[in-house]
């Protein structure tokens, strides 16, 4: 068998479908002289001078630090160095939509160049606070759901960015190969995060046409996904965790209860195998922030947020961690191993 090809295959055919029917590149159409100003694409301007960039992520971990730290660095390789001619104000939520609320409306009275909201309560925050100032968000697993963007394509608002949304089917298909008698997924969530509660919808619909059921468990804080994960104790054989900023900010309680109960951990973000997962199979987050801060870039240039599509992620990684598979009672298949991207020791 070729190297990933049980896996890549479903993506591949998922992605070409979604491509039919939605524009996910980065060039902007042009716009007749009757588009209202916020969606106009004015050419990039020759001397870019000093810009002010605010970002805030409604948690800080790896995956959402991944995402800043990448446009961080793609904008430096467009000329935007901070310290130099860029300043960056960078404000986390702790977790707190609340919080997120704060800092957005800081945001719109301080009035930067553009606003980076990493994650959905963060971008859904800013959105409601400003419907000028140029938004991207990053990191948002369905920015149409999220009433962030009408559709895919170019929202004629002050608003666009980058999603990490996955397709469902290769994430099923990777299950029932780490647990081939697998019945029932469990899955914590947060009911307030948007994001999680599309991911639940979506997961129960498609696992009820493999004869699968869900076992969902709500996690309102960080604090309760410890004793969220373990009452899943005897009604799950693996747990998936989707792209929650509670579940994944807290993924070492995660851990402990997985290892406890012997129960594996699927993952969606790569960054959650080293800390505990058996396997991720999803987005690079330093490549979400690449895009993101291609997209910024544009704008700092003087290109129109509302000129520019929304952007899906279409490369995939399967990351595999063999010392905690064993730790949660499963081994890999030859199979997977093949497939990995990357083994995390």
Same mark, same amino acid.
């Given at each position: ?11 591949? =055919?998922? !992605? ?17 002289? %009757?588009?209202? =100003? ?39 390789? /467009?000329?935007? /160095? ?21 800092i957005a409306k ?15 309560? %963060? ?5 409601? =606070?400003?419907?000028? #100032? ?7 697993? $369905?920015?149409?759901?999220? *009433? ?14 980058? %999603? $990490? ?7 099923? $298909?990777?299950? *029932?190969?780490? !647990? +081939? ?10 009911? %307030? ?10 997961? *129960?619909?498609?696992? =009820?046409?493999h004869n699968m /059921? ?24 693996? #747990? ?15 851990? *402990? ?6 129960? +594996?951990v699927l993952a969606?973000?790569?960054?959650? !195998? +080293? ?15 690449? /895009? ?6 544009? #704008? ?19 990351? #595999? ?25």
């Amino acid at each position: 068998m070729n190297k990933r090809q049980f896996i890549f295959s479903a993506i591949a =055919a998922t !992605v070409l479908a979604a491509c039919g029917g939605q524009q996910q590149n980065s060039s902007a159409p042009e716009k007749a002289a %009757s588009t209202p =100003a916020a969606a106009q694409s004015s050419a990039p301007a020759a001397d870019v001078g000093n810009k002010r960039l605010a970002i805030t992520a409604i948690v800080e971990h790896p995956a959402l630090d991944e995402v800043r730290q990448g446009v961080l660095a793609q904008l430096k390789a /467009e000329g935007f /160095e901070e310290g130099k001619n860029l300043t960056v104000d960078f404000q986390s939520a702790q977790g707190n939509p609340s919080t997120a609320a704060q800092i957005a409306k800081k945001f719109a009275g301080d009035k930067p160049d553009a606003v980076i909201a990493i994650g959905t309560p %963060s971008a859904q925050a800013m959105a409601a =606070a400003s419907k000028d #100032i140029p938004l991207v968000y990053a990191a948002v697993t $369905d920015p149409v759901a999220a *009433k962030l963007v009408s559709s895919w394509e170019a929202s004629g608002t002050n608003v666009t960015g980058v %999603s $990490d949304q996955l397709p469902l089917e290769p994430q099923i $298909d990777l299950m *029932k190969k780490l !647990v +081939p008698t697998l019945k029932t997924v469990g899955y914590v969530y947060s009911p %307030s995060e948007v994001n999680s509660t599309i991911v639940l919808d979506q997961l *129960k619909t498609e696992l =009820a046409k493999h004869n699968m /059921e869900l076992a969902a468990v709500p996690a309102q804080r960080t604090t309760d996904v410890l004793s969220a994960a373990r009452s899943l104790n005897g009604k799950a054989q693996l #747990i998936y965790t989707s792209l929650d900023n509670n579940v994944v900010s807290s993924f070492p309680s995660m851990y *402990k209860a997985a290892t406890e109960m012997k129960i +594996p951990v699927l993952a969606s973000d790569s960054g959650s !195998v +080293p800390r505990g997962a058996v396997a991720a199979l999803g987005v690079n987050y330093t490549d979400i922030g690449t /895009e993101t801060g291609k997209i910024t870039a544009r #704008i700092l240039k003087g290109e129109a947020a509302g000129a520019i599509p929304s952007h899906k992620m279409s490369k995939f990684d399967l990351l #595999i961690s063999p010392k905690h598979a064993q730790e949660q009672g499963i081994a890999f298949s030859d199979e997977i191993k093949q497939a990995a991207t990357k083994v995390i020791e």
